[in-house]
C-alpha cells in the first residue's frame, strides 16, 4: 500500500482567493497526512494556515482542487455539518465557550449534535474532566475559572466525540508556557494513543518541534513538508 492510498487526509491543489480573486489566500496546496500523526502547520501570518483548515474541515469551500478523507472527496459533501459532528474536532486560539454553560455542558455539547443518550454524556464528560485536571471545575461557568482551564476544556469539547482529525488553529495563542505545553501534550496524547490525526497551526515553534511532521506555508503555497 502506498503512501497516498494509506493516508487519512489527502488534500489536493487546493486554490482559495477572495473579493473576486484578487486576494489569493491559497495557491495549489498538496499534501497527505496519515492517523497517529501530529502535523504541525508553520508559516507567518497570512499565509493561508487558517484558511486551510476552513477548508479542510468544510467551513469553506475551495475555488479549485479537493479534499480526500479515507480516500472519498469530501470537498462537495451535501451535509458537512454531519461529517464535522462526526468526525472533527476543533481547538480554537480562543476557546469559545458557551458563557450560560457549565464545563461539563460545553464538553458535552458536541454529543448533543449526535443524539447521544445522557447516559453515554455523563461518563464521557466525567472521564475527560479527569484526564483534563478539571474534576473539581464541572459545574462551574466559564468566566469563574482561568483561561487555562477554559482552553483544557476546549480541548475536552473537541476530543468528546474521540475524532478521527483534530484541526487546532493556534491553540496556545493566549496561554502561558505551563498550559500551552499542557495541551499540545493533550493533543499528542489523542494522536498517538487514538490513532488521530491532529493538525496544529502555530506560530510557536517550540509547539512545532513537538509534532511529528512540518509543513510550512508562505503565500497561500507550501513551501517545505518533513517526511
Known sequence: MNEAS???????????????????????????????EVVALTGPSGCGKSTLLSLISLLDRPDAGRV?????????????????????????QFHHMIPSMT?????????????????????????????????????????????GERQRAAVARALVNRPELVLADEPTGNLDSHNSARVVE??????????ALVLIATHNPDIAAQADRHITLCDGRVIHTTP
Open 6 to 36: 494509506a493516508a487519512l487526509l489527502q488534500v489536493e491543489h487546493l486554490h482559495r482567493s477572495y473579493d473576486r480573486g484578487s486576494v489569493l489566500a491559497l495557491s495549489d496546496v498538496s499534501f497527505s497526512a496519515n492517523s497517529g
Open 68 to 92: 480526500l478523507f479515507r480516500g472519498a472527496d469530501i470537498s462537495t459533501m451535501r451535509k458537512p455539518h454531519l461529517f464535522r459532528a462526526r468526525h472533527v474536532g476543533f481547538v480554537f
Open 103 to 147: 464545563l461539563r455542558e460545553n464538553i458535552e455539547a458536541p454529543m448533543l449534535a449526535l443524539d447521544i443518550p445522557k447516559s453515554t454524556r455523563l461518563p464521557r464528560s466525567q472521564e475527560l474532566l479527569a484526564q483534563m485536571g478539571l474534576e473539581h471545575r464541572a459545574d462551574f461557568l466559564p468566566a469563574k475559572v482561568s483561561g
Open 186 to 195: 493533550l493533543l499528542t496524547e489523542h494522536a498517538h494513543l487514538q490513532g
